[in-house]
């Protein structure tokens, strides 16, 4: 039977480097083929090969790729037309960078829809409404107007598989289509792609870094590593008898362990109670409020020396806006004590000496961190602010943290742009770290990094944590992650509390729906009852 997709010994380079070297796979009609491996080898470029997206981008692709029947990589005109969108569909990354800021979701999909076909008027909308409700997007008549900044992740995402099937395609690819959302939109999501191609018998090429979402919903796999394909076979085969060292590693590779005890007596450095951050909702032309959002809703959590709290939710939950609440970075009602002391009251003068001792990583390590700033600044920007340290004196201290989370001394003098992920993160930790906090919280700190980068910043946060005692205030909606790091864990839905305990608890008893739905998505990624998601 001849496969609908048929890639033989591709080869893709950036001017003289290539980053694809002779990749050959097939999908057939009805079949998952998944691409795995981690950041830079080679997944997206292949896949976005398939449709001749990168063209412009100065690559040179070679060797052959059939698509229906057609050759891609020499289909001009019409033919290339018929093959974007009419033939195969894609679902871009990130969702919020491929939709059009300016344009409304309905004239979007719209704009897909005509592309192909010659609908106009109560036709369209009515075929616009038909795809975004097939998509799972709630509401789909009433949000045609809505803006891409009005819509949640997940809705986002579910925008943009309306338009990948505007015309209903063949082949669906899909490249990291849940990549930094919630464990249940991501089963959400998984779910709808699963459903979709039941119910339209379509092919999916899906690009992830996430074994669990191939070992649920891929029939066969390519392993890709440094532009190669490494390995290849029936995601059954792979997974119960890899071959190559590369696939062994990635199956093995996951965040695991248990953080040290806390130490019997160990002092409570942070306490919150019944935290509040509520934001007014202002309309009209005076701008009057006329209601508010509950962020945070009366939150009450403490936190001891060399402990880690996990604080897990979906998006909107209000486990970021919570944990600036706490540093005194977003304005909150409630009492909050920091080594033994009030600071809910303190100015920002007053809070000033407190804040070496209190710091926070951020979610996203190449948007906190200055482009136009060496890593050496980036680091000592902290010591220049609160120490008076002579240039060696910095330069000394700045290496030596450098070095405790794993990177060299060397390079100091790059800039952020020239680091991986990973790297990027353990700068952005090295720069908290070179206060001697005592307290830190970490939001989002492993969001879309590959599984083994992954693992080597949870190892690197325990092996810290237990050199100096640290307190981590540990934000992320990764329970694999959160399980390995965290001693106790809260769980936040709606500005609310609805569960806390010991992790290991929580993880393998929860108590509550909700939770039991935040776990199901995480470790068995199963569908998630409508009425637990409400």
């Not at 033939?87 to 059009?100: D, I, K, W």
């Not at 899906?206 to 649920?216: E, P, Y």
């Not at 002391?341 to 390590?365: A, E, N, T, W, Y």
């Not at 690197?460 to 965290?486: C, E, N, P």
């Amino acid at each position: 039977m001849t496969p609908l997709l048929d890639v033989q010994d591709l080869s893709v380079a950036f001017g003289t480097k290539r980053v694809v070297r002779g990749v050959s796979f097939s999908v057939a009609r009805g079949e998952t083929v998944a691409l795995v491996g981690e950041s830079g080898s080679g997944k997206s470029v292949t896949a976005l090969s398939c449709l001749r997206l990168l063209a412009g981008a100065g690559h040179n692709p070679e060797g052959r790729i059939t698509l229906d029947g057609t050759d891609v990589l020499s289909a001009q005109g019409e033919a290339l037309r018929r093959l974007r969108g009419g033939v195969a569909g894609m679902v871009f990354q990130e969702p919020m960078t491929s939709l059009n800021p300016l344009h409304t979701v309905g004239r979007q999909v719209s704009e897909a829809v005509t592309l192909h076909r010659n609908l106009s008027g109560d036709a369209l909308r009515a075929r616009v409404v038909e795809l975004l409700t097939r998509a799972g997007f709630p509401q789909a008549e009433a949000r045609l107007t809505a803006y891409p900044h009005q819509l949640s992740g997940g809705q986002r995402q579910r925008v943009m598989i309306a338009v990948a099937l505007a015309n209903d395609p063949a082949l669906l690819i899909a490249d990291e289509p849940t990549t930094a959302l919630d464990v249940t939109i991501q089963a959400q999501i998984l779910e709808l792609l699963a459903d979709l191609k039941r119910r339209l018998s379509m092919a999916v090429l899906l690009i992830t870094h996430d074994l669990q979402i191939v070992r649920r919903h891929a029939d066969r796999v390519v392993v890709m590593r440094h532009g190669e394909a490494v390995e290849t076979g029936p995601v059954a085969e792979i997974f119960g008898n890899p071959q190559h060292d590369y696939t062994k590693m990635l199956l093995a590779t996951q965040p695991r362990g248990r953080p040290q005890p806390v130490a019997p007596g160990a002092e409570t450095l942070l306490q919150g109670e019944q935290v509040k951050v509520h934001f007014p909702i202002r309309a009209g032309i005076l701008r009057r409020t006329v209601g508010q959002v509950k962020a945070v809703d009366g939150v009450s959590l403490s936190i001891r020396e060399g402990e880690t709290v996990g604080l897990v939710g979906e998006s909107g939950s209000g486990k970021t806006t919570l944990g600036l609440a706490l540093l005194r970075l977003e304005s909150s009602e409630g009492p909050i004590t920091f080594e033994g002391s009030g600071i809910q009251g303190l100015s920002r003068k007053q809070l000033r000496p407190l804040r070496r001792r209190m710091q926070i990583v951020f979610q996203d390590p190449y948007g906190s961190l200055s482009p136009r700033m060496t890593v050496a600044e980036i680091i000592g920007e902290g010591l220049r602010v609160h120490e008076n340290l002579s240039p060696r004196e910095s330069e000394q201290r700045v290496g030596a943290v450098l070095e405790e989370v794993g990177l060299d001394a060397s390079m100091l003098a790059r800039y952020p742009h020239e680091f991986s992920g990973g790297q990027r993160q353990r700068i952005a930790i090295a720069r908290a770290l070179v206060l001697k906090p005592r307290l830190v919280v970490l939001d989002e700190p492993t969001s879309a990094l590959d599984v083994s980068v992954q693992a080597q910043v949870v190892d690197l946060l325990r092996d810290l944590q237990a050199r100096h005692r640290l307190a981590y205030l540990f934000i992320s909606h990764d329970l694999r992650v959160v399980r390995a790091l965290a001693h106790r864990i809260i769980v936040l839905k709606d500005g609310r509390v609805v569960e806390e305990g010991e992790a290991q608890a929580v993880v393998e008893a929860p108590q509550q729906p909700y939770t039991r739905a935040l776990m199901a998505a995480a470790f068995d990624l199963a569908a998630i009852p409508g009425d637990v998601r409400a």
